[in-house]
């Protein structure tokens, strides 16, 4: 039976290979080798995955070389442990090519763990180190500034955790004054820029507040936060230094070192800034307490001004001219009080008077049937007989007239 390498002759142009041809014929080659179909591969575990499926992803690492290994949900139940980033495993299974992606990959139908990775023991180790010499205290922390006005930010220029950070800062506190210094982030040369772009910005920029972090990845791509050098100048930083490395359950030495440790480099731009909307809500809080405080004072001082105002007012020379105006009413009241009583009495002395005066008038005395006699020569009232003779004129006024009479007899004796 002929292979394909048997049908086709590479230097022949017009015989090209598909892509699923090349992946099927080497899937073939490596299931065909008995020896990648029973091995034990030894390397640490990184980027491990289980999915809902169950299934396990990962890589097999040493510090040269890695590769891609699956273990089926069937094998994977049968573990005694839970595999996880940095330990190191013994792995057996077989060797093939997963041909959707091209990838070469170890399928796993064992797994054992061997010890702690040298990357772990690593950073185990300098963390001891580090904590023992007082690195981590928390004396060391420095408060983080309630509102920055500039930011500085140590990360890749190009990564995703640099467009997050921008992002959340830029919604919740647009007014600060960002300064990046960009560094790699992954790799040999991270680990002296992360410290130069430090420096950089603590010297020439001297920001408020500097965020350190990129995204997540394997211990291996994290390992330039966890050098010793990185750590020493995130605790030498002159501004408080905020970490944001990986997700939530990776931990660097660069977080122990920092003076807040966010779980990814979005949450650290929150936890530098505070939220516009909060703010302007603590403002609105802030003028309805002085508009209240103001209300309160004018009410305050009203009530103050009302009672200076009454003392005057009592003080005042226009409260005695009122008062001795008070008095002078009441004392006209009680003259015109007394002279009416006055004048009342008095007119009943005139009413007695006059109906006195009235019972002695003669007219009154004429109408009752008496006449007034006087002489008609001398006009002398004749009250006694004495006063004339016979044959003398007199003069009678009785109440409706008068009219003379001459005397022609007179009687002296009494009662005739």
Same mark, same amino acid.
């Given at each position: ?22 992946t099927g014929y080497l899937r073939k080659l490596l299931e065909g080798d008995v020896l990648l179909q029973d091995l034990w591969v030894q390397g640490e575990i990184s980027n491990f995955a289980r999915p ?9 690492k040493d510090s040269e070389a890695a590769v891609r290994c699956v273990m089926w949900r069937s094998a994977a139940a049968r573990l005694k442990f839970t595999p996880r980033d940095g330990l190191a495993v ?48 928390? #004396? ?63 010297? #020439? ?74 703010l302007l809500a603590a403002l609105v809080d802030i003028a309805n307490q002085q508009a209240m405080q103001m209300r309160e004072r004018i009410a305050d001082v009203q009530f103050e001004f009302s009672q ?109």
């Amino acid at each position: 039976m002929k292979s394909i390498m048997d049908q086709y002759t590479l230097f022949q142009p017009e015989n090209i290979l598909t892509v699923s041809q090349l992946t099927g014929y080497l899937r073939k080659l490596l299931e065909g080798d008995v020896l990648l179909q029973d091995l034990w591969v030894q390397g640490e575990i990184s980027n491990f995955a289980r999915p809902s499926s169950g299934h396990l992803y990962f890589t097999l690492k040493d510090s040269e070389a890695a590769v891609r290994c699956v273990m089926w949900r069937s094998a994977a139940a049968r573990l005694k442990f839970t595999p996880r980033d940095g330990l190191a495993v013994q792995a057996h299974g077989g060797m093939s090519v997963y041909e959707v992606s091209g990838q070469v990959q170890l399928y796993v139908d064992t797994l054992k763990p061997s010890g702690e990775g040298a990357l772990y023991q690593e950073f185990l180790r300098l963390k001891a180190a580090l904590e023992a010499e007082g690195l981590f205290n928390l #004396e060391r922390k420095r408060p983080l500034p309630e509102r920055p006005r500039t930011i500085g930010i140590v990360t890749s220029p190009t990564g995703a955790a640099l467009q997050d950070m921008l992002n959340t800062l830029r919604r919740r506190y647009p007014i600060a004054k960002v300064i990046l210094a960009p560094t790699a982030v992954q790799g040999i040369d991270a680990p002296p820029g992360i410290v130069t772009a430090l420096q950089r910005l603590n010297e #020439e920029v001297h920001p408020d507040v500097i965020l350190i972090g990129r995204g997540g990845g394997s211990i291996e791509d994290l390992w330039a936060f966890n050098d010793e050098n990185v750590a020493r100048a995130v605790a030498d930083s002159a501004a408080p230094v905020i970490s944001g490395v990986g997700h939530e359950t990776d931990f660097t030495l660069a977080d122990f070192a920092a003076d807040f440790r966010a779980p990814t480099p979005t949450a650290a731009a929150e936890v530098a800034v505070p939220d516009k909307l909060d703010l302007l809500a603590a403002l609105v809080d802030i003028a309805n307490q002085q508009a209240m405080q103001m209300r309160e004072r004018i009410a305050d001082v009203q009530f103050e001004f009302s009672q200076v105002k009454h003392t005057l007012e009592r003080l005042s020379p226009a409260h005695d001219i009122d008062t001795y105006r008070q008095r002078l009413d009441e004392v006209t009241l009680r003259l015109d009080r007394a002279a009416q009583v006055r004048l009342e009495q008095k007119a009943l002395q005139l009413q007695n008077l006059q109906q006195a005066l009235r019972s002695l008038n003669p007219q009154a005395v004429l109408q009752r049937g008496y006449a007034i006699v006087t002489r008609t020569d001398t006009g002398v009232l004749v009250k006694n007989t004495v006063q004339v003779q016979p044959d003398d004129t007199v003069q009678i006024q009785v109440s409706q007239g008068k009219m003379e009479a001459q005397i022609t007899q007179i009687n002296s004796g009494e009662g005739q």
